[in-house]
């Protein structure tokens, strides 16, 4: 409604939030996939009336988009797509890391401080869109930003990825290395494979912002989405990429983390660089104080994944007591399957097992036994107990 309505001269300014991109009607890059409009009888008047790219190219208002790494509905490739027909500069990006459909305060935020410009007229001295650059010489991509208000800025990440699946896309967090004002990337560019990166810039507010659903101190914009797409792509060569069984060692927390329904989920399983082979096992390890007792609940879903792929959704559950380092060792068959739903019933039946590789998003969630109160493991405060997951060799 936000992109079909935005050509209104009457309008100030508008925040698609988690939807209104182009494209819709388009399969993934080198995919047979990925389109959410299906069964279209007329394209051209598709794309003419009801695809938003029809609006887009005649909006002159500031526009600033609202999403989250790997929503399913303002997928982020088709948020650039859209930003791109656009006859003007004046738009932003702000979206949350590895989550789908869950924008969170540091987004939220940005409504606020929107409108209360444009439509109040009371300046928030919103940074633009942070400038970069991307080339690619020898096999090598060179990203580099140069975001503004630079005595606001907190941090600065730059995220990569060679997959082409935007809701179950893995974005990986290149080393950057600042230079004077600019942070810089190189980062490898394969054969026949695509490349996608963006620099999402971290920036503090003059003060602590309590929202409806919590508070902020920081809120983040994204650098441009830079993409190279190569004429011969082929998805197959991601097999030949170097592997590593290690999912993450938590030595920067939970940052390849984001907010799940109960816990914290990961799209790491989708990176093409994890050894996902099938007769590895799933290594995790907690660090447990005196007398902790935990609940850990394991969910691993291929919902968004191609159709081949879609196996359905499995769980583990297991109470985990003592104290100091504990290893739990699971095999994928140690996963048990989900309750399908009712119009996909035929098709998870006849799913086979879980199979790592397939795995879109993995799932955890840890319940003090005593207490009944779920570990929030996106607090910066807490002590994880999680120390270690990895995918070992038997």
Sequence with gaps: ???????????????????????????FDGMDSGADT??????????????????????????????????????????????????????????????????????????????????????QNIPPTPPSTFKIEDNTAHFSVTPTQ???????????????????????????????????????VHPKLPLYTFALCRYRLPSEQRLERGSTKTFTLNSYQHRHIPGDIDLTTLAELTKSGLIDNFSDGMAQWGPGKSGVQTFKFQDPELDTSADNQLAITLDLKPGQDLVIDLKADSKYSSPEKDIGTF??????????PHTILLEAGDFTRGKAKKKKQANIETGGPLEWSKISTFAITLTDEKTQRKINLTNPGVSWPLKRMELVRP
């Design 38 to 123: 299906h069964e279209v009888g007329d394209l051209k008047l598709l794309k003419n009336t009801i695809d938003p790219g029809a609006y887009w190219q005649h909006v002159r208002v500031p526009v600033m988009f609202i999403s989250s790494s790997n929503d399913q509905y303002g997928t982020l490739d088709r948020i650039y797509q859209s930003m791109d027909l656009l006859p003007h500069d004046h738009w932003l990006v702000s979206c949350n890391m590895h989550a789908q459909h869950k924008p969170q305060a540091e987004q939220w935020v940005m409504l606020n401080q929107w409108f209360k410009q444009h439509l109040a007229g009371v300046e």
């Design 315 to 324: 769980h583990y559950t297991q109470k985990v007591h003592g104290n100091g």
């Design 1 to 27: 409604i936000t992109s079909m309505t935005a050509i209104d001269k009457r309008l100030k300014a508008v925040a698609p939030f988690v939807g209104g991109t182009t494209n819709r009607y388009r399969n």
């Design 150 to 188: 630079q005595e606001r800025l907190a941090d600065v990440e730059i995220y990569y990825s060679y997959t082409t699946n935007q809701i179950t896309r893995f974005w990986k967090k290149a080393e950057a290395v600042r230079e004077a004002d600019s942070w810089k990337a190189e980062l490898p």
